[in-house]
């Protein structure tokens, strides 16, 4: 199973291609379109998210709200590109109506513009880079969910804080001043999965690990920069005596290791912790190097968030999803509902 996302953050709109899904999965639209509008929530967000009211719609794939096992096409329009389509209409638009220059430090400009030849207008860059493309994450991982829940199998998400800060009302408070600083926060988000049979992944390659493929694509995510599982990074603080879970007879009594051992579950939740650093589009730029000029100066501001912390925890929900429907699929195959339940439940019960 696999995930296709294309799109531009200020183009026609967002297009995905999930290929893989089992024949038989009851997909309930309004469920996606509701983690769409989750994603847009979120105290932080900016003003882009007042212009847009993502919704999908699907093109292929389903019938009737049921999965045909052909590949499912879905659109969500952007509704800023009618603002937008002198710059960026494939057609005719001209990318340099609105030139980028000023780079930001900690985004994709410079290296984008050095990589693919951009000169000195990194807008082709930021369009693509985008957290924008993550409404197309959100809304194929709403789909695998969907299909997880129906085999057993439940994700649920948190903010763990922001910027060091657990209270909820002291977070909103530490936003509002970033944003009277003109500043930006981040913050880390927990992701739990219920219901894993023990043996999803392997130990016998590298590249099949369960571990490995969370991380893959957890990392994969727009502003992340660690993820752990289990009590992660804390673990290498700790004695072997502390540090891993002991095994009764009647089952594990903690989950430091945060369900996968040797890159395999093993039937506790699995744990999930993925930390998102502050966005770099700043009010009050850093200090960079204008690429036309070279010379030096502040970076350029876009229409953006101050934190993005809740509403990130919808989007490493879903792509927790995916991840997790592309695992058992690897692990339990079946071309069928039917058969993946069969073959899910004949493992629960070894």
């Known amino acids: 199973m696999r995930l296709l996302t294309a799109g531009e953050s200020h183009g026609i709109g967002l297009i995905g291609v999930l290929e893989g899904l089992p024949a038989g999965a009851q997909i309930d639209i309004d469920r996606i379109n509701a983690d769409l509008e989750r994603r847009q929530r979120g105290y932080g967000r900016g003003d882009r998210q007042k212009i847009e009211s993502d919704t999908v719609t699907v093109m292929s794939g389903l019938n009737g709200g049921t999965t045909l096992a052909s590949p499912v096409a ?3 329009s952007n509704r800023d590109y009618a603002n937008w389509t002198d710059v960026m209409s494939p057609e005719w638009g001209d990318i340099s109506l609105k030139k980028l220059s000023r780079v930001r ?38 789909m695998c969910r969907q299909v997880l829940e129906q ?10 804080h922001v910027c ?25 988000v927990r992701v739990t999965v219920k219901g894993m049979p023990v043996g999803v992944g392997s130990y016998v390659e590298y590249d099949r690990r369960l571990d490995a493929l969370y991380a893959f694509y957890l990392m994969g995510i727009n502003a992340v920069k660690a993820v752990g599982i289990g009590m992660g990074s ?19 009594h ?17 744990v999930l ?17 204008d690429v036309s000029t070279g010379e030096e100066t502040t970076a350029a501001t876009e229409r953006s968030d101050v934190c993005v912390v809740e509403a990130a925890v919808v989007v490493t929900e879903s792509v927790v999803a995916i991840a997790t429907l592309k695992a058992l699929l690897d692990t339990f195959g079946g071309d069928t509902m039917e058969e993946l339940r069969r073959r899910m439940d004949e493992r629960r019960k070894a």
Do not use: C
Request: charged share 25%; hydrophobic share 35%; glycine share 14%.
């Open 105 to 142: 430090p900690g985004h994709a400009d410079l290296a984008g513009i050095k990589k693919y030849g951009f000169g000195d207008n990194a807008r082709p860059v930021l369009e693509r880079a985008s957290a924008r493309e993550t409404a197309a994450r959100v809304a194929g991982g709403s």
């Open 254 to 270: 903690t989950n430091r290791a945060g369900g996968i051992d040797a890159g395999m579950s093993n039937g506790e939740d699995i």
């Open 164 to 188: 060091g800060i657990e209270d909820v009302e002291a977070q909103h408070a530490a936003i509002d001043k970033a944003r009277e600083d003109g500043d930006t926060l981040g913050g880390e």
């Open 234 to 252: 804390k673990l290498s603080y700790l004695k072997g005596s502390e540090a891993h879970d002991e095994i009764f007879a009647d089952g594990r």
């Open 151 to 160: 085999v057993g199998v439940t994700i649920e998400g948190e903010v763990l």
């Open 273 to 289: 912790t993925v930390s998102f650093k502050p966005i770099p589009t700043l009010m009050n730029g850093l200090r960079t190097v």
């Open 74 to 76: 879905y659109f969500i």
